[in-house]
C-alpha cells in the first residue's frame, strides 16, 4: 500500500484522553444547564445552574478540571490556583447526602464534628454575610504543615455550594477570600422538595445488565406534573437510556411551581 | 557577542541544578528484614490444626513453575499456554519477599526463549524494568490499527508456546504473538504490574458495611474526594481485589490470574483464551489446545487432604494466610517520619488511603479475626484523571478510576503506579494530579509543603 494511503488509514488512539466512559452523567436535553457544566469566561467562572459569577483571585490560574459528579451527589465544579494557595469551589446535591444533611450549615457542622483532632480550629462555623448571602464559615489549620483551610458554604438550589480556600500563604487565602464579596449568585430556580412522592403513574426502567451501582437522578417536574428535565449524576449509558425512557412516561400530581428534587436508581 | 547571552543561561542551569540537589529525593527501597512474606501468627503455631500444612503446600505451588504438560524437569506445573506472561505466580510476587511483586530483574526476559520457546521479547520488557502485562485499549487488525468503535480491554500475553519441547504440535503455524509495535504506534497500548499479595486475607475479611461507612465519613470534605464501589456483578457486594478491585476474592483473584497470566485454565476460568482476533475468525488452533480442559482442577483421587484442593484454591490460600507488611523506621529518621505521619493526614493523604480497617470474625484462623489492618487503603475506585487513565473498563471501574492502592509494604516496592511507570515516590504523588482527577486538591497541598516536609513524608512512607 502507498505510504500517503497508509497514512491516511492509520488511527490513533488520542493520548490523555479518557475515551471509554464507565459511569458517567448523562442528561435527556442538552439545553437545561446542569451543575458541572460551568465555564471560565473573561476571568470570572460562571455557572448557568446556579446562575453564579465568581471572580478568579488576581494572578491565580485555572487548575485541571476535576472528576465527573459522584453517584453520592458531590461535584468538583473548578480550582483556580496561586503557588502555594488555591480555592476549590464544590457542590454536594443535598438530594444525594448518603446520611441526611437539610442544609449547607448542617454540612458544615458534619465536616466539623469528623474533623480530625490534630487540626487546630481557627474559627468555629458560623454563619456570615458575603455579597448579600447568607455563608457559613469555619476555618482550621494543621499545625505540622502549616497549611490552612478557610471554609465557606451556602445554600443554592438544593446544593451545599462551598469555596473552600486552602493553602499555606494566608495572606493570599485572607485576600481571595475577600475577593468573595464580589461574587454573584442569582437564578430563578424550580423549588427544591427532597423527596416528592406526588407520582401519579411510574413505570421502572428495565437495565439489561446489572451493575449493582447507585444513581442518582435529578428532575425538573413542570407545573403540569410531567418531567421537564432530567439529569443522570452517575449511570452506565444503556440505563442513562433506560432511566430517561422510564421517566418521560412519569407523572405527578399538578403543582403550582416548578419542582426540582431526586430520586436515586440501582442500588 | 553568543557567549554574552549564553552566560545567563548557564548560571540559570548553575540554579537549577542546585536547586535540584535541595528537591525531596526517594531514598529508595528500605533495607532490613522483609517484614512481610511469613504466615500469620496463628497460622505459624498451627492454629487450627493442619492450617501450616495447608500453608505450607500452597507456598510449593505458588512457587511451582508451569511447563505445558508438567514433565519437563524441575516445571511440574502443568498447563502453560498456549499464551503466557510468565510461568509461576512467584515470577510476579516476589520483591521483597514471596507473595510481594516485582523483583528488580524481571524473569520475562528468561520467559520468552524457556524450553525451546521462539518469542520476541516485546519492547517494554526489560531485565530491569519490572514485570508487565499489556492491554489493548481497542480491538486492532493486523498492522496494529484499532477500531476506535471496539473496546477490547483483555490482557494480551507476551508469550506463546510455540518452539517448545513440549508445545507438541503448536507451533508458529497456528499462533504468534500480538502486533506489540503496531499497537505502540497507534497508542493501542497500555500496561498493568502485579499488585503484593501481602495480608490479602486481612483485606478479604473486611465487612462491606465498615468500607461503606468509611465512604460515607468523608461526604462534604474540603478535598473534592468522592469515590465508589466495584461490585461483584453476581451478588452486588463490594469486590476489592485488582487494580480495579475488579475481583470479588482471592479464588477468583488466582483464577483469573493463573488463565489469564500463565494460560492455565482451572475451575474458575475454565477455557483457554483466544486472541479476539482468533475469536472472530476460527478460534483458538486445535494444534495449540495441547491437555484436556481444564489444566486445573480438584484432585478428587489425592489421598491426603491438603493435596485435594486445585492450584488455584492454594493460590488463594497462600494469599489469604500471609501476614502483613510491618511498618520498620531507620532510627537515623525517627522524627522525619514522625512528622511524614502527620503531613500525610494534614495533606488529605489519608482520606483515600485510610490507614486502618478492622476485620470481622474468621472461620478460617485467628489471625483474622477482629484484626488491625493498616493497609492505607478505602478499597474505593477513584477518578485518577486523565493522566494514569487506562481506557479499560472493569466492572464498574471505568477508564480513569482506580482502586485506591495499598500503601502497606511500599517502601520496599521498587516499581509505582498501576503499569509501572516509576520507581520514584515524588513522581508517583505528583503523577496523581491530572484533569479528572478527585487527587487534585490532594496534590495541591502536597505542592505547598516545603521541600523538607515533603522529604519527610516520602521518609515516612518509605518506613511502611
Not at chain 2, 486475607?201 to 478535598?223: H, P, Q, R, T, Y
Request: glycine share 8%; proline share 6%; with cysteine.
Amino acid at each position: 500500500m502507498p505510504l500517503l494511503l497508509m497514512l491516511w488509514f492509520s488511527v490513533v488512539v488520542p493520548k490523555n484522553t479518557i475515551m471509554i466512559k464507565g459511569a458517567a452523567p448523562g442528561v435527556s436535553d442538552p439545553a437545561t444547564p446542569v451543575p458541572e457544566d460551568g465555564r471560565v469566561a473573561e476571568r470570572r467562572y460562571r455557572n448557568d445552574y446556579f446562575g453564579l459569577s465568581y471572580p478568579i483571585p488576581a494572578g491565580w490560574s485555572e487548575q485541571p478540571a476535576g472528576p465527573p459528579p459522584s453517584d453520592g451527589g458531590s461535584y468538583v465544579l473548578a480550582q483556580f490556583a496561586t503557588s502555594r494557595a488555591y480555592v476549590l469551589v464544590t457542590a454536594q446535591d443535598l438530594f444525594f447526602t448518603p446520611r441526611p444533611v437539610a442544609n449547607a450549615k448542617e454540612l458544615l457542622a458534619a465536616v466539623r464534628s469528623r474533623l480530625d483532632a490534630h487540626f487546630e480550629i481557627e474559627s468555629e462555623p458560623r454563619e456570615v454575610t458575603i455579597a448579600g448571602r447568607t455563608f457559613h464559615r469555619f476555618a482550621y489549620k494543621a499545625p505540622h504543615s502549616g497549611l490552612h483551610w478557610h471554609v465557606l458554604t451556602t445554600d443554592a438550589r438544593c446544593h451545599a455550594l462551598t469555596f473552600t480556600f486552602a493553602g499555606t500563604d494566608l495572606a493570599a487565602l485572607d485576600a481571595a477570600e475577600a475577593g468573595l464579596q464580589a461574587l454573584s449568585l442569582h437564578r430563578d430556580a424550580p423549588r427544591c422538595v427532597s423527596s416528592y412522592d406526588a407520582i401519579v403513574k411510574k413505570s421502572d426502567p428495565t437495565f439489561t445488565t446489572q451493575h449493582f451501582n447507585t444513581i442518582p437522578v435529578r428532575v425538573i417536574i413542570g407545573k403540569d406534573g410531567r418531567v421537564k428535565h432530567i439529569h443522570l449524576l452517575s449511570a452506565f449509558p444503556e440505563q442513562s437510556a433506560a432511566i430517561i425512557d422510564a421517566l418521560k412516561t412519569w407523572r405527578f400530581a399538578p403543582n403550582e411551581d416548578e419542582i426540582e428534587t431526586g430520586l436515586v436508581f440501582g442500588r | 557577542m553568543k557567549v554574552r547571552r549564553s552566560l545567563p543561561l548557564i548560571a540559570f542551569g548553575t540554579f537549577l541544578i542546585v536547586m535540584q540537589a535541595f528537591a525531596q529525593v526517594d531514598p529508595g527501597v528500605r533495607g532490613g528484614i522483609p517484614g512481610a512474606g511469613d504466615p500469620l501468627p496463628t497460622v505459624a503455631s498451627n492454629s487450627p490444626a493442619n492450617i501450616l500444612t495447608f500453608f505450607s503446600d500452597a507456598k510449593t505451588r505458588f512457587q511451582e513453575v508451569a511447563s505445558v504438560k508438567g514433565q519437563l524437569s524441575g516445571e511440574s506445573g502443568v498447563g502453560l499456554g498456549p499464551r503466557y506472561n510468565s510461568r509461576s505466580c512467584a515470577s510476579c510476587h516476589s520483591q521483597p519477599a514471596l507473595g510481594g511483586t516485582s523483583l528488580a530483574t524481571n524473569p520475562q526476559v528468561a520467559d520468552a526463549t524457556a524450553d525451546g520457546a521462539t518469542n520476541t521479547v516485546p519492547y517494554f520488557i526489560t531485565l530491569t524494568g519490572g514485570v508487565r502485562e499489556a492491554r489493548f485499549p481497542y480491538v486492532a487488525d493486523a498492522a496494529g490499527n484499532p477500531d476506535l468503535t471496539k473496546p477490547d480491554g483483555a490482557v494480551q500475553d507476551l508469550y506463546t508456546i510455540a518452539g517448545r519441547t513440549d508445545a507438541g504440535s503448536c507451533t508458529s503455524a497456528f499462533i504468534s504473538q500480538p502486533n506489540f509495535t503496531g499497537a505502540r504506534d497507534h497508542n493501542n497500548i497500555v500496561f498493568r504490574i502485579p499488585t503484593p499479595v501481602f495480608g490479602s486475607g486481612l483485606m478479604e475479611n473486611i465487612d462491606d458495611a465498615d468500607l461503606i461507612d468509611f465512604k460515607n465519613s468523608i461526604v462534604g470534605n474540603s478535598l473534592g474526594i468522592a469515590g465508589t464501589f466495584n461490585r461483584s456483578g453476581n451478588d452486588g457486594t463490594i469486590s476489592r481485589f485488582g487494580w480495579k478491585a475488579q475481583n470479588k476474592s482471592l479464588v477468583m483473584f488466582s483464577g483469573e490470574a493463573y488463565n489469564v497470566e500463565m494460560g492455565v485454565s482451572n475451575e474458575l476460568f475454565t477455557q483457554e483464551r483466544p486472541t479476539s482476533a482468533e475469536e472472530r475468525a476460527a478460534g483458538l488452533a486445535m494444534q495449540c489446545r495441547v491437555n484436556k480442559m481444564p489444566e486445573d482442577h480438584t484432585n478428587v483421587d489425592a489421598t491426603t487432604a491438603v493435596a485435594t484442593p486445585s492450584d488455584a484454591v492454594m493460590f488463594a490460600m497462600f494469599m489469604r494466610l500471609l501476614k502483613a507488611p510491618v511498618q520498620q523506621m531507620d532510627p537515623t529518621k525517627i522524627p522525619s517520619i514522625v512528622n511524614g505521619e502527620s503531613l500525610f493526614a494534614e495533606v488529605g493523604c489519608n482520606k483515600c488511603h485510610n490507614p486502618q480497617f478492622t476485620t470481622v470474625e474468621s472461620d478460617i484462623t485467628n489471625s483474622l479475626s477482629n484484626a488491625p489492618v493498616r493497609l492505607f487503603s478505602d478499597l474505593e475506585i477513584h477518578h485518577m484523571g486523565t493522566g494514569l487513565a487506562d481506557n479499560i473498563l472493569q466492572g464498574n471501574a471505568g477508564a480513569d478510576q482506580f482502586r485506591t492502592a495499598p500503601l502497606w509494604g511500599v517502601g520496599q516496592r521498587i516499581f509505582f503506579l498501576h503499569d509501572g511507570r516509576t520507581s520514584n515516590l515524588p513522581f508517583a504523588i505528583t503523577s496523581h494530579s491530572s484533569t479528572n482527577s478527585e487527587a487534585n486538591a490532594v496534590i495541591s497541598n502536597y505542592n505547598a509543603l516545603s521541600t523538607t516536609q515533603k522529604q519527610d513524608l516520602i521518609n515516612y512512607l518509605r518506613s511502611l
